[in-house]
C-alpha cells in the first residue's frame, strides 16, 4: 500500500521531518512529555499519514481535502518549532535542521496540491481519469 506513495515527494520529505522531529524532541524536558513533545510529534506524523491517506482515496476532491489538513498540520508545526527554540529546548543545530526541512517539506507539498487542483479544474473527479 505505501509502495506508490513512497514516490511522492512531499511524502519523503515529510517522512524525514518525522524522524528528525522524534530525534529532536528526545532532548525536551521531561515535564513536556504530554505537552510540546506530544504535540510535535502529533502534528509532524499528521502530515505523512493525511498524503497516505489521501492518496488511498479514489476522489481527487478528497485527496486534495487531506493534503490541506497535511498543510495544517505542517503549519500547526512550525509554530512548535518556532516556540521550541525559543524556550531553547531545541539545539540552534536541531532548529537548522528541522526548520529548512520543514520548509522544503511545505514548498513540495503546495505543489502537489496546485497539482491535484489543476487536475480537478481540468474536470478530472478520480484518479482513474488520470490515465
Not at 60 to 81: P, V, W
Not at 88 to 100: A, N, S, V
Request: proline content about 2%.
Amino acid at each position: 500500500m505505501l509502495e506508490g506513495v513512497r514516490k511522492i515527494k512531499a511524502w519523503q520529505l515529510a517522512d524525514r521531518l518525522v524522524i528528525q522531529v522524534y530525534r529532536a524532541t528526545k532532548s525536551f524536558p521531561r515535564e513536556e512529555i504530554y505537552g510540546l513533545t506530544s504535540q510535535m510529534r502529533r502534528c509532524a506524523v499528521s502530515v505523512p499519514a493525511n498524503i497516505v491517506e489521501g492518496s488511498l482515496r479514489k476522489n481527487l476532491k478528497e485527496y486534495a481535502q487531506f493534503l490541506y489538513i497535511a498543510m495544517g498540520s505542517l503549519g500547526e508545526l512550525e509554530y512548535y518549532i518556532h516556540l521550541t527554540k525559543e524556550l531553547r529546548y531545541l539545539t540552534e543545530e536541531q532548529h537548522k535542521t528541522l526548520d529548512p526541512l520543514r520548509e522544503e517539506t511545505g514548498k513540495t507539498l503546495f505543489g502537489l496540491i496546485r497539482w491535484v487542483e489543476e487536475q480537478i479544474n481540468k474536470g478530472k473527479k478520480t484518479k482513474s481519469d488520470l490515465a
